[in-house]
């Protein structure tokens, strides 16, 4: 969306069975491994907008047009679409920094070795994504930097790495709980960044249940036509 030279003032680096015995164990195994793949939340990673909004419902959009080219003092509370939620950098600087090109602005921070946390979602948010990339000292937008973005629901944190980083570089994660979490962070002397960061439900899946059902109904069909 927004790819030209920056300037802004510089930021010092920081460092039963009626079955016959094989479908009636094909039946079991099957419903075992049904089971054992709903006994936790599982996040899904998804590198494309296109896939993500194929995945997803009730999007609202944080696309950070209201930052200018000032210290903001951390952490502050951000606003997607009438969604409020948290942004934090850290350890060692807790300012954010807003990054602008012409109407179009972007969320940075202060530390180039500071992560940016959000969090604090509304209760039923599943699924979160954006641009993530880098940006240098004065506020110029790199194309090959790496960023690291890890998300967190109830049951644990997956991460991706972005190489080569660039505005258009879109990742999303969708869980089957809540997400609690989004944070990225870069790998080198560069400020990390983010745009268009979008919240959302994850599209609904099938329960165990009616899927296992489904499973062993077509197993049962199997065997009555064998008769």
């Not at 094909?26 to 049904?34: D, E, F, N, W, Y």
């Amino acid at each position: 969306c927004f790819l030209t030279d920056l300037t802004w003032a510089a930021r010092p680096p920081a460092t039963a069975s009626q079955f016959p015995m094989k479908l009636h164990t094909l039946a079991l195994t099957l419903a075992a491994s049904l089971a054992a793949g709903t006994a936790e939340a599982a996040i899904t990673i998804i590198t494309t907008r296109e896939g993500f909004d194929a995945n997803t419902t009730s999007q609202t959009v944080d696309d950070f047009n209201d930052l200018f080219y000032q210290e903001y003092p951390g952490p502050i509370t951000r606003n997607a679409g009438g969604q409020s939620y948290t942004a934090a950098s850290g350890p060692t600087y807790p300012a954010l920094y807003g990054g602008r090109v012409g109407n179009d602005g972007f969320l940075t921070n202060f530390g180039a070795s500071d992560t940016i946390t959000l969090s604090a979602f509304p209760s039923g948010v599943s699924a979160i994504g954006g641009y993530f990339f880098g940006n240098d000292a004065n506020g110029n937008i790199l194309t090959s930097s790496t960023v690291i973005v890890t998300a967190t629901d109830a049951d644990g944190t997956v991460e991706f790495t972005i190489t080569g980083a660039s505005t258009d570089s879109f990742v999303g994660f969708v869980s089957d709980g809540e997400i609690l979490s989004l944070s990225f962070r870069t790998t080198e002397i560069v400020w990390p960044a983010a745009d268009n960061v979008v919240l959302a439900v994850a599209n609904p899946v099938p329960e165990a249940g009616s899927t296992m059902l489904a499973a062993l109904g077509l197993l049962g069909l199997a065997v009555r036509r064998r008769r």
